[in-house]
């Protein structure tokens, strides 16, 4: 039987995807629970091989857990900066680059109203893979309303610490760490690279002038 999606969701598809971007910086308001509930929804909705659903979206509003979820957010953001030869602060350039932002959010992200760790329940690239869909799906979703959030991974340093704290099975693993909030700031319209510099027709170099815009 069907599943009738909210009415809610008045944005059009095209207005959502030409005007959401990575947010990174977000207001303390906390967001309805049953604004929760419908991006969730959305989140499950979402394609995936054999109709097998392997996944499981873990949302975490608890304060005391999110919190901590952001300690192990900032010590595994700078572990990856480590395996990229960062020391650092001192070695991020400084402006308004996509690192400092991504920085200035591995301090801040332990006060985001809410979390989604979206799972596969089982291991390997292929499990993993297959939450894609559903993370755009979760995305898009809170766009329409208003809620942004970015994706965002975490690293084997503090794995084992996130299984422990949110009791998550061994046999499963954390794909992406989705922070939602109210933006502060705004979202599009987008910066982005033209059609011709990034796409191609049969070949890698040939961009015909019907994709040159």
């Given at each position: ?26 207001r ?24 097998a ?14 919190a ?95 299984h ?40 890698w ?9």
């Amino acid at each position: 039987m069907p599943i009738p999606a909210p009415d809610r969701w008045t944005m059009t598809l095209g207005e959502a995807m030409y005007t959401m971007r990575a947010i990174r910086r977000f207001r303390p308001d906390p967001i309805e629970e049953s604004d929760l509930r419908d991006i969730l929804d959305a989140a499950r909705q979402a394609p995936n091989g054999g109709n097998a659903q392997p996944w499981r979206f873990l949302l975490v509003t608890d304060p005391e857990k999110r919190a901590r979820l952001g300690e192990l957010y900032h010590e595994a953001w700078w572990a990856k900066r480590k395996d990229e030869g960062i020391s650092g602060p001192e070695d991020i350039p400084p402006g308004k680059g996509v690192r400092q932002s991504a920085m200035r959010l591995a301090g801040e992200i332990g006060d985001t109203p809410a979390f989604v760790l979206v799972c596969a329940t089982a291991r390997g690239a292929g499990a993993a893979q297959s939450v894609i869909p559903a993370v755009q799906n979760l995305l898009l979703a809170a766009r329409s309303i208003g809620i942004g959030g970015t994706i965002t991974t975490l690293h084997a340093v503090v794995e084992e610490r996130v299984h422990e704290l949110f009791g998550i099975p061994a046999e499963a693993q954390v794909v992406y760490c989705v922070p939602l909030g109210y933006p502060r700031g705004r979202f599009g319209p987008l910066d982005r690279k033209p059609l011709s510099e990034v796409a191609a027709l049969d070949s890698w170099d040939n961009t015909p002038d019907w994709l040159a815009t």
